[in-house]
C-alpha cells in the first residue's frame, strides 16, 4: 500500500472516531440537560420553600453558564409568580406565598434579558403587592433595557403611583428612580416618566436622599425635553 493511501486511511479512521465521539457526548449533554430540566421542573413545582430554593439555585447556575433552555424559563416563570399567579390554598389559607423566591426569580430574569422575561417582571410589577418583589421586578426591568412603545416605563409609573398610596418604600421609589435612569433614552413620551419622578420627589414618606436623586434626575429629564423642542424647531 502506498504511503500516501496509508495516510489517508488513517486521516479517515480518526476523524471518525472523533466524530462518534463528538456524537456521544453530544448525546451525553443532551441527556443530562433533559434530566437537569425534569429534576428543575420537580423542585419549582414542590410545595416545600426549600425544595424551591434549590431550583433557583440550579436556574442561576445554569443563566450564568449560558445553557437556559425552555424548560427552564417555564419554571423561572413560575416561580417568579409562587403565589400570585398560581396559589395552593388549605382551609382558605394561602400556602405558598413566598414573596423571597419570587424576588430572586425575579433578579435572575434580569440575566436573560428576552421579551418573554419582560414580559414576566411586567406582569410581576403590576400584580404583586409585596415592596420587595415589585422592587426586585422594577429592578430587573431597568437592567434588561427593554422599552418597546413605552411599556416598561408606564409599567413601573403605575406600580410607583400604587404603592406610593398603599405602602411608600424608599428602596422601592430608589429602584424606580435607578430604572428611570437606564431607559431614560429609550422612552418616546417622557409624560409620565417626569410625573412619576416628581411624585417621589415631594413625597415625605421617603428618605431625603431618594427624594433628592429623584429632583436631580427630573432636572435633567426636564432639560433634555428642552433641549428636544429646541432641536425640532
Same mark, same amino acid.
Given at each position: 500500500?502506498?504511503? *500516501?493511501?496509508?495516510?489517508?486511511?488513517?486521516?479517515?479512521? *480518526?476523524?471518525?472516531?472523533?466524530? %462518534?465521539? =463528538?456524537?456521544?457526548?453530544?448525546?451525553?449533554?443532551?441527556?443530562?440537560?433533559?434530566?437537569?430540566?425534569?429534576? &428543575?421542573?420537580?423542585?419549582?413545582?414542590?410545595? #416545600?420553600?426549600?425544595?424551591?430554593?434549590? =431550583?433557583?439555585?440550579?436556574?442561576?447556575?445554569?443563566? #450564568?453558564?449560558?445553557?437556559?433552555? @425552555?424548560?427552564?424559563?417555564?419554571? *423561572?416563570?413560575?416561580?417568579?409568580?409562587?403565589?400570585?399567579?398560581?396559589?395552593?390554598?388549605?382551609?382558605?389559607?394561602?400556602?405558598?406565598?413566598?414573596?423571597? &423566591?419570587?424576588?430572586?426569580?425575579?433578579?435572575?430574569?434580569?440575566?436573560?434579558?428576552?421579551?418573554?422575561?419582560?414580559?414576566?417582571?411586567?406582569?410581576?410589577?403590576?400584580?404583586?403587592?409585596? @415592596?420587595?418583589?415589585?422592587?426586585?421586578?422594577?429592578?430587573?426591568?431597568? #437592567?434588561?433595557? %427593554?422599552?418597546?412603545?413605552?411599556?416598561?416605563?408606564?409599567? &413601573?409609573?403605575?406600580?410607583?403611583?400604587?404603592?406610593? $398610596?398603599?405602602? @411608600?418604600?424608599?428602596?422601592?421609589?430608589?429602584?424606580?428612580?435607578? =430604572?428611570?435612569?437606564?431607559?431614560?433614552?429609550?422612552?418616546?413620551?417622557?409624560?409620565?416618566?417626569?410625573?412619576? $419622578?416628581?411624585? &417621589? =420627589?415631594?413625597?415625605?414618606?421617603?428618605?431625603? @436622599?431618594?427624594?433628592?436623586?429623584?429632583?436631580?434626575?427630573?432636572?435633567?429629564?426636564?432639560?433634555?425635553?428642552?433641549?428636544?423642542?429646541?432641536?425640532?424647531?
Amino acid at each position: 500500500m502506498k504511503p *500516501l493511501k496509508k495516510i489517508a486511511i488513517a486521516a479517515c479512521s *480518526l476523524f471518525l472516531t472523533f466524530s %462518534l465521539a =463528538a456524537q456521544e457526548k453530544s448525546a451525553e449533554e443532551e441527556y443530562l440537560s433533559s434530566v437537569e430540566d425534569v429534576v &428543575i421542573t420537580e423542585l419549582a413545582n414542590s410545595d #416545600e420553600r426549600d425544595n424551591k430554593l434549590v =431550583a433557583l439555585q440550579y436556574l442561576e447556575n445554569a443563566v #450564568e453558564e449560558g445553557r437556559v433552555s @425552555p424548560d427552564m424559563m417555564v419554571a *423561572l416563570d413560575h416561580l417568579a409568580g409562587e403565589g400570585v399567579n398560581t396559589q395552593s390554598r388549605q382551609g382558605g389559607r394561602l400556602m405558598n406565598n413566598f414573596p423571597d &423566591i419570587r424576588a430572586r426569580a425575579c433578579d435572575i430574569l434580569a440575566k436573560v434579558p428576552t421579551e418573554q422575561s419582560k414580559t414576566t417582571l411586567k406582569n410581576i410589577a403590576l400584580a404583586d403587592n409585596e @415592596p420587595m418583589v415589585i422592587t426586585a421586578a422594577v429592578r430587573s426591568l431597568g #437592567e434588561i433595557g %427593554l422599552n418597546d412603545n413605552d411599556d416598561v416605563v408606564n409599567t &413601573i409609573a403605575w406600580a410607583n403611583k400604587k404603592n406610593a $398610596v398603599l405602602n @411608600p418604600t424608599s428602596s422601592l421609589a430608589l429602584e424606580v428612580l435607578i =430604572a428611570y435612569e437606564k431607559i431614560a433614552d429609550k422612552v418616546q413620551d417622557k409624560g409620565s416618566m417626569i410625573q412619576s $419622578v416628581g411624585q &417621589i =420627589a415631594t413625597n415625605y414618606h421617603y428618605v431625603k @436622599p431618594v427624594r433628592d436623586r429623584a429632583l436631580n434626575l427630573l432636572k435633567k429629564l426636564q432639560a433634555s425635553n428642552k433641549n428636544k423642542n429646541k432641536d425640532a424647531k
